[in-house]
């Protein structure tokens, strides 16, 4: 290969490299962060609650530290700054009993208040001698933390104040009130190292507390989206339930083929109006687990059950070419239960299944209750199967038969007089081949 051309592919292959880090900018991000903040949840309201009452617990007792500080070293006319940062316990003590009065509002503005005139009155008493100042950065990051992306007058408010305060200490304007000078620089030196440390810690306290706050909302969250989720699906399929969750559009599809079983269980109402609610709702949910358990392990799609009734379709709203199948081998399957059921129990017990294949409307009704249903006239034939059909027996349609007698042993019943439906052909399914 020429040497010009080789030249020419790693230039190009350069270019694309150097160009893989000179993106453009991403409109999207900047036009996110300018978009207004969505509306605050309660937990995003309980986070801040805590915050409030985290960072007033810790500013009484650093206040308390240095009041304890101020007399274990009786500072040169250190009585200004002891009762500065006296006043300023009390006043987080009052800020406290506001939060638990649940006066959150006014718990934060003491806070702030109190903070930032605290931090501003000991920088000019001290002339920041021992970088008092650095404690106008954790009250900048605690006004963002606690007061929510609405509250922008209060941020910008307790923002600007630390700022000042910032400025005064940067300019010097005046001299110590406080004796310092009088002090080992050994002192001194570990005042200055203290204020820094504490306030870093500080800082970073803020951010951990809050990034575990928000880890701990996000986990609630998430918990609780999967427990929606499980919820959801108990009611819906799991493909509607997915498109349910993703759009708000109307669910609605028409599927060309599907099998279609109803099921009664023969003798349980005249034996149900005897018993106790306990006792008709304790079989029930015996039987119907079993059901759905087969239904299940099968991968037929429950639709409702009505009193003793079970509905079920196969081929929506997944399509499935061996839908018939589905239905047949259930269909039997669900004869096993209730045979199962009935030698457990002593209740004489049966079941009337009819089954028919055709095409239905699906989709998802209800604005509060959800509930995904099937309609057309498959599902009026397949409910007539039922009712014409006998306890103990499996009657299927002539569209049914079709599509299952090469693996499952039919016996005809003949011609029936079907309500609605007039004269049809119907089989009895008896087994799997």
């Known amino acids: 290969m020429p040497q010009s051309i080789l030249k020419a592919d790693t230039e190009a292959e350069k270019n694309c490299y150097v160009r893989s880090y000179l993106r453009r900018p991403d409109a999207a991000f900047w036009l996110d962060l300018l978009a207004p903040p969505p509306k605050p949840t309660e937990t995003d309201f309980t986070r801040r609650r805590r915050m409030t009452r985290y960072s007033l617990g810790a500013a009484l007792g650093l206040s308390a530290f240095y009041v304890g500080l101020s007399l274990v ?32 509002h006014i718990a934060r503005l003491w806070l702030m208040v109190t903070l930032n005139t605290q931090v501003i009155l000991v920088t000019w008493l001290m002339a920041d001698a021992i970088n ?23 941020r910008a408010l307790f923002t600007v104040i630390p700022i000042v305060g910032l400025v005064i200490a940067s300019l010097e304007l005046n001299p110590a009130y406080i004796g ?9 030196l570990f005042a200055r190292v203290t204020n820094l440390v504490i306030g870093l810690l500080c800082i970073l306290l803020l951010v951990g507390v809050f990034n575990r706050e928000v880890l701990k909302a996000e986990t609630g969250l998430v918990e609780e989206r999967a427990r929606s989720d499980r919820l959801l699906h108990a009611v819906l399929p799991q493909k509607i339930a997915n498109e349910l969750r993703q759009s708000d559009r109307m669910i609605a599809n028409r599927h060309p083929e599907v099998t279609v079983l109803f099921a009664d269980i023969a003798g349980f109402t005249p034996w149900s109006s005897a018993q106790e609610p306990e006792v008709v709702v304790s079989l029930l949910e015996k039987i119907f687990s079993r059901f759905d358990a087969r239904l299940s392990h099968l991968g037929a799609e429950k639709i409702k059950t009505i009193g003793d009734a079970y509905m079920v379709v196969s081929g929506a709203p997944d399509p499935r070419a061996d839908h018939a199948h589905v239905i047949a081998n259930l269909a039997l399957a669900l004869l096993e239960e209730i045979q199962l059921v009935r030698q457990e129990t002593g209740i004489s017990l049966d079941m009337r299944i009819g089954v028919h294949t055709g095409s239905v409307i699906a989709g998802v009704i209800g604005a509060v209750r959800f509930s995904y249903d099937i309609w057309g006239d498959t599902v009026n034939t397949a409910s007539r199967m039922e009712s014409h059909g006998q306890a103990g027996r499996i009657q299927i349609s002539q569209q049914t038969k079709e599509r299952i007698e090469d693996a499952f042993v039919l016996e005809p019943r003949g011609i029936i007089d079907v309500k609605g439906k007039g004269e049809m052909e119907t089989w009895w399914l008896l087994a799997s081949k």
């Not at 006319?77 to 959150?104: E, F, K, P, R």
């Not at 009250?139 to 609405?150: C, G, M």
């Not at 310092?180 to 001194?188: D, F, R, T």
Request: aromatic share 12%.
């Open 180 to 188: 310092i000078h009088s002090l080992p620089q050994g002192l001194l």
């Open 132 to 154: 008092s100042s650095v404690f106008c950065f954790v009250s900048a990051a605690l006004a963002l933390v606690i007061f929510d992306a609405h509250e922008k007058k209060y």
């Open 73 to 104: 070293f009786n500072l040169k006319d250190s009585q200004s700054l002891i009762w500065l940062n006296g006043i300023s316990v009390a006043c987080y003590a009052l800020g406290m009993w506001a939060a638990s009065l649940q006066a959150q």
